[in-house]
């Protein structure tokens, strides 16, 4: 793109930015409105970040923008919870259920889909996994029945009736207010079906979250986990 059209662009960029903090949104049209306006609607993204987004869109090359929609779009129309685990995946059952090579009697109870990715980047854990898709939150509004606890005690009770009944399950909810809550429920919803039920290590600190320790200090919290 020529030196010309970029100053162009990045002139036209701030004086958007600053009819937008101004409430003179119409200075650069609906689409691009529409585009902050949807922007804005991701975790962690304010009003200043979503217009820096959107405008860094609108200079770039086409095939670029017009990649990251198709990629969103690909996502949305061909990824869904696995049958199985309720891990996110293009196909049903996903690559870790269907691997007949991993411990079938051994599951890995997780909040969300991001928790399998961080236990699975250690390369130690060779089990299946069942994510919850949440935890309990009493100031979310977010009850034991909003969660995939009952779809979890289903597949451990089915496997009974197979040649490999599940042995052990592992509550790697996050160690927090709320992980705790979650493990707690749990284990209570696990006690009547003959399995062995632990709670990952405090190798974890109190308030932190799985995606964001260290593989060194996750790593240890998988191995010194203990019964709970």
């Keep these: 793109m020529p030196r010309a059209w970029l100053n162009w662009y990045a002139r036209v960029a701030r004086e958007t930015l600053l009819a937008a903090r101004e409430g003179r949104c119409g200075v650069y049209g609906e689409a691009v409105a529409r585009l902050v306006a949807e922007l804005r609607r991701l975790p962690g993204i304010g009003q200043r970040t979503a217009e820096r987004l959107a405008f860094h869109l609108v200079v770039s090359p086409k095939p670029e923008a017009l990649g990251l929609a198709e ?104 160690p927090n207010f709320d992980g705790d809550a979650t493990a707690l429920h749990l284990r209570a919803s696990l006690d009547k079906l003959g399995v062995r039920v632990t709670r990952i290590a405090r190798g974890l600190p109190s308030g932190s979250s799985l995606e ?17």
């Design 71 to 174: 990629a969103i779009k690909d996502v949305k129309e061909n990824v869904r919870p696995c049958s199985t685990c309720k891990n996110v995946t293009e196909r049903d059952p996903c690559e870790l259920c269907a691997d007949e090579s991993r411990d079938r009697a051994l599951i890995c109870v997780v909040e969300r889909p991001m928790d399998v990715l961080a236990v699975e980047k250690l390369g130690i854990f060779r089990g299946l996994y069942h994510v919850l898709l949440g935890s309990i939150s009493l100031l979310d509004g977010v009850d034991a029945k909003d969660l995939t606890i009952d779809r979890l005690v289903e597949r451990i009770r089915k496997a009974k009736e197979t040649a490999v009944p599940v042995r052990e399950v592992i509550l790697a909810t996050n």
């Design 212 to 228: 964001v320790a260290s593989k060194a200090i996750l790593a240890e919290a998988i191995e010194g986990r203990r019964d709970f």
